[in-house]
T-cell receptor, first 113, second 113 residues
Framework: GENVEQHPSTLSVQEGDSAVIKCTYS??????FPWYKQELGKGPQLIID?????GEKKDQRIAVTLNKTAKHFSLHITETQPEDSAVYFC????????????FGSGTQLTVLP | ETGVTQTPRHLVMGMTNKKSLKCEQH?????MYWYKQSAKKPLELMFV???????ENNSVPSRFSPECPNSSHLFLHLHTLQPEDSALYLC????????????FGAGSRLTVL
């Protein structure tokens, strides 16, 4: 099955700096890569996603890049703000079944004021 | 109420108790999911229902019993649990059962003594 590795597990940045979270996947059939943000006491929330036919996608201060050859994708957050502090999960989808959605183990991002 | 609502938010039970977790979605989605979230681990898919029919059972022990009486409500019945079952149980919904564009509830924090 699919294996999704996420790094780092914890990340601290100064407010205003950029943050980058990286994920690698093992199954070349994976074709959809969502990112979820989980704030304290809340469930994960979909913040951005990318499909395998696209190399980069941007939404205001967040962007995701995908390198299919190397089988890795990254989340980039620019001009970080305290409200960006949360746990971020990457995921990879390799087929039409929910069983084929694999999550990474999460990154705790802390934005220091 | 909007989104996905889970009750109770916190539950403490003994190993011989029987309890239930409830999930309700107000999004008009056709699929509902139970995930288990343990510290530092990826989200684990437990069950998926599509239009009240169970479409995935991800090798979950029989001490967890799901019920989906209609497309808006999902239950997880718990009996004779083990301490290692202590975790955050997340309910999610989506338009179809492919595991894409999931909307999560805030979760039910379960502690088994």
């Amino acid at each position: 099955g699919e294996n999704v590795e996420q790094h780092p597990s914890t990340l601290s940045v100064q407010e205003g700096d950029s943050a980058v979270i990286k994920c690698t996947y093992s199954d070349s059939a994976s074709n959809y890569f969502p990112w979820y943000k989980q704030e304290l006491g809340k469930g994960p929330q979909l913040i951005i996603d990318i499909r395998s036919n696209v190399g980069e996608k941007k939404d205001q201060r967040i962007a995701v890049t995908l390198n299919k050859t190397a089988k890795h994708f990254s989340l980039h957050i620019t001009e970080t703000q305290p409200e960006d502090s949360a746990v971020y999960f990457c995921a990879a989808v390799r087929g039409p079944s929910a069983r084929q959605l694999t999550f990474g183990s999460g990154t705790q991002l802390t934005v220091l004021p | 109420e909007t989104g996905v609502t889970q009750t109770p938010r916190h539950l403490v039970m003994g190993m011989t108790n029987k309890k239930s977790l409830k999930c309700e979605q107000h999004l008009g989605h056709n699929a509902m999911y139970w995930y288990k979230q343990s510290a530092k681990k990826p989200l684990e898919l437990m069950f998926v229902y599509s239009l009240e029919e169970r479409v995935e059972n991800n090798s979950v022990p029989s001490r967890f019993s799901p019920e989906c009486p209609n497309s808006s409500h999902l239950f997880l019945h718990l009996h004779t649990l083990q301490p290692e079952d202590s975790a955050l149980y997340l309910c999610a919904s989506s338009q179809d059962s492919q595991g894409r564009d999931l909307t999560f509830g805030a979760g039910s924090r379960l502690t088994v003594l």
